[in-house]
């Protein structure tokens, strides 16, 4: 049992917030959901109803349709039951924040998803100062350090007129929210040539285009008749078409996979992709800590990822640190 000192309390539905009557990105349906992002780990279907930031709204109908929705502006301060909130960019991607509370003398943050890398779709992560610290630690390992994202678009590029050199297709998988988008958006620098996109990436993408985030130019793979060659093209497309139907239309064709996880080349090969580009949309390793550093938090509560190492390094730096085993961790 938590102590009556505890704002935030990890339940068999989720994070819940005693003194606001409300769970924070609930894994079960729950009357009142705080929803930090549309990712499907921590925006899902059932609940009663949900309070959102104004800018992650369209997501939110996008993924899960017409439902209560209460909405809120970045830095709007409101009430639920004895807690004050308001919410904070994350900089994960479009609409994502953070979640401040305030109660009992007391104030916490939940991060929800979040990064410090500069990213063209979304407002940056703001650091908002508290007495606990809530954080994701998807890359909590000291392995997971970033390169900059115009770096990685240009070797997009690259790869791509090595692959139109060689008469293939250059497919590269990617989230459907968020990275799909920050690629376009990288890519924009670098080429003027438009990729082509699989149905579940072109209606993220249209949903980023209606929110005003410049993108590169796309066409829709299915737009085309079959048997169109599709050589020294690139096309992006969700990692659940990897080995599908989708994919057998195109007739020669080198695979890439956008992600954190191809910081470690093992996963490359294990699943089979010709390519791997280092690009995540959660913080790497240095982010973590400079994060936790940069709110003054007194205590630390991981929710997901890599927690043990984080874990361990905040207590040897003297903070109070522990964990939350939750059901996040699948964007897709």
């Known amino acids: ?32 959901a705080v929803i930090t992002h549309g990712h499907g780990d921590h925006a899902r279907a ?12 369209p997501i939110l109908q996008w993924r899960l349709g017409e439902q209560e929705y209460h909405v ?5 301060r409101f009430q639920l039951g004895g807690a004050t909130l308001s919410f904070h960019p994350a900089g994960h991607v479009l609409g994502s924040t953070q979640v401040r509370i305030e109660a009992d003398g007391q104030t ?8 410090r890398d500069p990213d063209p ?3 940056p992560f703001e650091v908002v100062p508290c007495d606990v610290f809530v954080t994701e630690s998807t890359f909590g390992l000291p392995v997971f350090r970033w390169p900059p994202a115009s770096d990685v678009a240009r070797d997009i590029v690259a790869w791509r007129e ?30 003027d040539r438009p990729a082509w ?12 285009r209606a929110a005003g985030v410049p993108m590169l130019d796309t066409r829709k793979v299915a737009d085309e008749a079959r048997g169109t060659d599709f050589a020294g093209e690139l096309i992006i497309a969700p990692p659940s078409a990897a080995g599908s139907a989708w994919t057998r239309r ?69 903070i109070d640190a522990g964990g939350f085993q939750t059901a996040y961790g699948e964007e897709d």
Not at 72 to 76: I, K, P, V
Not at 108 to 115: A, E, M, R
Not at 264 to 284: E, M, Q, T
Request: aromatic residues 8%; proline residues 4%; charged residues 20%.
């Open 1 to 32: 049992m938590a102590s009556a000192s505890e704002l935030v309390v990890n339940t068999p539905d989720g994070l819940y917030c005693p003194s606001g009557d409300f769970h924070i990105d609930p894994w079960r349906p729950v009357p009142r």
């Open 108 to 115: 916490w943050v939940l991060s929800g998803d979040f990064k």
């Open 46 to 57: 059932g609940m009663g109803s949900y309070h959102v930031v104004d800018a992650g709204l």
């Open 72 to 76: 809120h502006a970045h830095g709007e």
């Open 197 to 208: 996109l699989h149905g579940a990436i072109d209606a993220g993408v249209q949903v980023y």
């Open 250 to 318: 195109f007739r020669r064709a080198q695979q890439g996979f956008a992600s954190g996880w191809m910081r470690i080349r093992g996963n490359r090969r294990r699943r089979n992709y010709d390519r791997g580009f280092v690009l995540s949309d959660h913080a790497d390793w240095p982010s973590l800590l400079r994060t936790v550093r940069e709110t003054g938090a007194r205590r630390v509560i991981a929710t997901h990822g890599d927690t043990d190492a984080l874990v361990r390094v905040l207590r040897e730096s003297g």
């Open 162 to 191: 090595e692959c139109a050199a060689n008469g293939e297709v250059a497919i590269l998988y990617c989230y459907a929210l968020g990275k799909a988008q920050r690629v376009l958006a990288e890519l924009m620098a670098h080429t």
């Open 121 to 123: 779709t979304c407002l």
